[in-house]
T-cell receptor, first 118, second 114 residues
Framework: NAGVTQTPKFRILKIGQSMTLQCAQD?????MYWYRQDPGMGLKLIYY???????DKGEVPNGYNVSRSTTEDFPLRLELAAPSQTSVYFC?????????????????FGPGTRLTVL | GESVGLHLPTLSVQEGDNSIINCAYS??????FIWYKQESGKGPQFIID???NMDKRQGQRVTVLLNKTVKHLSLQIAATQPGDSAVYFC?????????????WGLGTSLAVNP
């Protein structure tokens, strides 16, 4: 298994541009997450999804959008990039048995995308 | 060596010494706790977890201790090696109605001196 993969690894954007960060997992996990991590700081949850077709906001969703059309893929869209969105973005996934309350147990992370907005 | 708190302190230890990384979690209703390790340029990686009905859990060279009375979690690393140099995050899982919410600490940077 490749686990959680993210593309691209690095990207530089100009203010106002848009882009999509790709995330895919091959572990058949139902939960997926997007985090951002600013230098020297912890993780902040942007959006998460409990299954295909279902997404919800996390702690810092403004300026981002997500979709979950398949179990495997969870792309993050940045519209009108701003310098404040300069950060490292991590995608993660986890598994919860259907019928149970939402799970935030062990998460598996991708290698991250380093984004700079100039 | 030992560190305290949820800000991002740096703990510096000598190779071969034991390390203790501390975490003061926020909610007494949290029932599941995880330690993650993040090496430079990589995503966080699961190390060890513990449920609230336990006080101690051991893994390979790592031990997690949970003190629910004072809402304190610690990660002990035995015979610290250079490969242990990383940022360590604690995370707590809080039950909120039908949902469970994961709350991340800010992390502690561990530097191992050869």
């Amino acid at each position: 298994n490749a686990g959680v993969t993210q593309t691209p690894k690095f990207r530089i954007l100009k203010i106002g541009q848009s882009m999509t960060l790709q995330c895919a997992q091959d572990m058949n996990h139902n939960y997926m997450y997007w985090y951002r991590q600013d230098p020297g700081m912890g993780l902040k949850l942007i959006y998460y999804s409990v299954g295909a077709g279902i997404t919800d906001k996390g702690e810092v969703p403004n300026g981002y959008n997500v979709s979950r059309s398949t179990t495997e893929d969870f792309p993050l869209r940045l519209e009108l990039a701003a310098p404040s969105q300069t950060s490292v973005y991590f995608c993660a996934s986890s598994y919860a048995r259907p019928g149970l309350e939402t799970s935030t147990d062990t998460q598996y992370f991708g290698p991250g995308t380093r984004l700079t907005v100039l | 060596g030992e560190s305290v708190g949820l800000h991002l302190p740096t703990l510096s230890v000598q190779e071969g010494d034991n390390s203790i990384i501390n975490c003061a979690y926020s909610n007494s209703a949290s029932d599941y706790f995880i330690w993650y390790k993040q090496e430079s340029g990589k995503g966080p990686q699961f190390i060890i977890d513990i449920r609230s009905n336990m006080d101690k859990r051991q893994g390979q060279r790592v031990t997690v201790l949970l003190n629910k009375t004072v809402k304190h979690l610690s990660l002990q690393i035995a015979a610290t090696q250079p490969g242990d140099s990383a940022v360590y995050f604690c995370a707590e899982t809080l039950r909120a109605g039908n949902n469970r919410k994961l709350i991340w600490g800010l992390g502690t940077s561990l530097a191992v001196n050869p």
